[in-house]
């Protein structure tokens, strides 16, 4: 990281511990290096998103409080259930919270079992040892009841730092939707105390719109991964689709839409990534936050190509969009809690809409074969994997399971597997 001492007040004032946090940004370099920076052919548009990692934790942060200094209020998040739009609305930033290092896991194992999905002991690590600028920016905190792991953390969390929490339904019946409508309402009327400003039909609308740019520009991006051969690696459209979660919406629509531009080019004189033979490989599964790059990374230096990943950092996040139709506050909040029951998460039963979704993204993205990831402990994605396989295989599409965490410890066991499945893929 570049510049690190003129952010260094910024963090002191925050309360980071600055000499664990120091040890967070001096492994990126390292890693970011070998796994995005060495890629051959890389589209120039790239270039920003090199840049917002650079800085994830001083220029972003930065423009955070200078948000917070002009009144704004800044609310963090753990999940894609919650609405954005509503802190939009109300003069807000909504930040995602995942953690997807394993820095920070030993602090968070002092409050959480060992056998929690990485996903959550990281988040709590980070919080813990002080090593998130972002976590620090919270003027409020939101937690949502999905899997067990996240609900009862929540309660461990709020020990810390207040939590709000939303309560999502199990099924989505007509007993479910009720509830998530008056949750989002609710959490409207939370919004609005905390930033102290009334949400208004056209703040509302505003923001409804803006979020659907994003959605948009990520929808277009990963059209342009269904042409033969990809014109971009996996690993740098999942960064987009991380990115997405922290940055400036107006700025990060222009330059993916930039990105999709010279993309686009790519496409009409057939220059990809990799060539036309190379497999394509579809991840299916939990979600991957910055710096989880391990499988992608791992695919894509076994001879394959990423060109979707069916999660929350991928398809989840941007698929549905909300109904801009609305012209009240309360039919804009029923168009949100609508799209955002959409959200095909592991966590509700049935979960039928999730087998349709990766079965026709298997088409639409020719995909050779898929990778079934679970963070370990995730059993909400672990037991829907069974699912996944049985549709998959009537399809003839092979299918590999893969189980991990965020340590390094099991990444030649990994390589081999994905290695022979590859090849195994090229043989049928
Ligand atoms: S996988 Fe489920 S719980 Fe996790 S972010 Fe996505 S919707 Fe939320
Ligand atoms: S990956 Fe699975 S266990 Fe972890 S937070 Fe998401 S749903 Fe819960």
């Known amino acids: 990281m570049s510049g690190n001492e003129q952010y260094c007040k910024m963090w002191e004032a925050l309360g980071l511990d600055l000499e664990a946090h120091d040890q967070l940004l001096s492994v990126i370099p390292t890693i970011y290096q070998d796994i995005y920076l060495d890629q ?35 609310v963090g998040a753990f999940c894609v259930y919650v609405p954005e739009e509503i802190v939009l609305a109300a003069g807000g930033v909504c930040v995602g919270l995942c953690a997807g290092a394993e820095v920070g896991m030993a602090e968070a194992e002092k409050v959480l079992p060992r056998n929690l999905c990485p996903l959550i002991k990281s988040a709590m ?45 199990q099924k989505k019946s007509a007993k479910g939707k009720e509830l998530w409508l008056s949750e989002v309402s609710q959490f409207k009327d939370e ?3 905390m930033t102290g400003n009334k949400i208004t039909s056209d703040s509302l609308g505003d923001a409804i719109n803006l979020v659907n740019q994003k959605r948009k520009a990520l929808k277009r991006l990963n059209d342009l991964r269904k042409a033969d051969p990809a014109p971009i690696s996996g690993r740098d459209a999942l960064l ?41 490989i579809m991840i299916s599964g939990t979600p991957m936050v910055i710096p989880n790059w391990k499988l992608p990374f791992i695919i ?26 609305g012209d009240t506050v309360e039919s804009q909040i029923k168009n949100l809690a609508d799209r955002y029951l959409e959200t095909d998460c592991a966590c509700f ?6 087998i349709d979704h990766v079965l026709e993204y298997a088409e639409d993205y020719d995909v050779d074969g898929v990778v079934a990831y679970t963070l370990q402990f995730c059993d909400p994605y672990a037991v829907e994997t069974h699912k996944i396989k049985n549709a998959l295989g009537k399809k003839d599409i092979p299918v590999l399971e893969i189980e991990t965490d965020y340590g390094q410890e099991d990444t030649g066991q990994m390589k081999t597997r994905v290695e022979a499945f590859v090849e195994m893929i090229g043989n049928k």
């Open 240 to 280: 987009v689709e991380q990115v997405a979660f922290y940055d400036n919406i107006p700025r990060f629509v222009e330059k993916v839409s930039a990105l999709c531009d010279e993309l686009e080019e790519r496409v009409a004189k057939g220059i990809g990534i990799t060539d036309e033979s190379t497999t394509r």
């Open 40 to 74: 051959e052919n890389r589209p120039q548009g790239m270039e920003y998103f090199d840049f917002v990692v650079v800085e994830i934790h001083g220029l972003r942060i930065k423009e955070l409080q200078e948000h917070k200094e002009k009144g704004g209020k800044v």
């Open 349 to 354: 039963t049935p979960n039928n809409e999730r």
């Open 125 to 169: 690590g980070f919080k813990l040892a002080k090593i998130c600028p972002y976590f620090e920016s919270c003027d409020m905190i939101v937690g949502e009841t999905t899997c067990d792991g996240k609900k009862k953390a929540w309660e461990v969390l709020n020990e810390i730092v207040p939590t709000y929490v939303m309560d999502i339904p």
């Open 191 to 193: 919004v609005e105390r």
């Open 300 to 325: 894509e230096t076994s001879g394959a190509t990423v060109v979707c990943e069916e999660s929350c950092t991928g398809q989840r996040y941007f698929r549905n969009l909300v109904d801009e139709g």
